[in-house]
């Protein structure tokens, strides 16, 4: 598994398999007996962070400012679903219904963001209409625009940013519109 979480990040979820096979120093059988696809690798592979980022935001709904605490876990999100491809495999997999592993990380992150969002609203920090939906899919947006820059973390920070100016509550310019 850590020759395949090395390789996903370095080269993208569609690495061959025979190359993390080399990259372990296995046989292709050995991977096979434990991982029947490359969904079964990605999922033993990015299950256990998707786990952890949710234990994240549990924490961070003690954070004294709402704010800092989605901020924080929206960060580490992106962080997350920036290593090479994984954003693009996982809204690929939302196609009719998508696979068990799309399934899961969608349920969790959305079961994990939504006590953080619903704090911000109901201080007032966010937009009353957001949706967690919405919060998922543009962070996986930043995840994909900046994967690939050379200074990726820098470039999420500051779409992330930029995101969170546009989400802030206060007149809305375009009502009249």
Do not use: Q
């Not at 994984?86 to 809204?91: G, K, S, V």
């Amino acid at each position: 598994m850590a020759a395949a979480d090395d390789l996903f990040d370095e080269r993208g979820t569609e690495v061959p398999l025979d190359d993390v096979v080399r990259r372990a120093g296995l046989g292709s059988g050995t991977l096979y007996r434990h991982f029947a696809s490359r969904d079964a690798l990605l999922a033993a592979v990015f299950w256990g962070r998707i786990d952890a980022l949710c234990e994240e935001a549990e924490s961070l709904l003690a954070a004294e400012s709402p704010v800092k605490g989605i901020v924080v876990w929206l960060r580490s999100l992106i962080g997350l679903t920036m290593r090479r491809g994984l954003a693009a495999a996982l809204a690929a997999d939302n196609k009719d219904g998508g696979s068990e592993l799309f399934r899961y990380c969608r349920e969790t992150l959305d079961a994990a963001a939504t006590p953080l969002l619903e704090r911000v609203k109901e201080d007032g920090s966010f937009h009353p209409d957001l949706e967690v939906s919405d919060l998922i899919t543009f962070t996986h947006a930043i995840a994909v625009a900046a994967e690939r820059a050379p200074d990726r973390e820098e470039h999420a920070d500051r779409l992330l940013h930029l995101l969170l100016d546009g989400l802030r509550t206060r007149e809305d310019p375009l009502r009249d519109l």
